[in-house]
């Protein structure tokens, strides 16, 4: 059973997870296959994430790290 619709290879998805980091707290991520990716380095919040120019290029082609993966998220 998954979480993710069936189109979500072909989709960019984000969300807000809990992130530990310097500053330990909610973050947009971006859901890469299993992975979910720290987003704060882009936009500290997912409304900020969404005000800005290029967004899916942007995403779709960075290199983010790592903050946790759809299994272990709640």
């Known amino acids: 059973m998954t979480i993710l619709p069936k189109d979500a ?17 909610p973050a947009p991520v971006l859901v890469r296959g299993e992975d979910l990716l720290d987003l704060s380095s882009v936009a500290p919040t997912v409304s900020q994430l969404l005000e800005l120019e290029g967004l899916p290029a942007r995403l779709s082609s960075g290199n983010f790290p790592v903050a946790g993966s759809l299994r272990s998220a709640r």
């Open 9 to 25: 290879g072909d989709a960019l998805l984000i969300g807000r997870a809990w992130v530990d980091g310097k500053v330990p707290g």
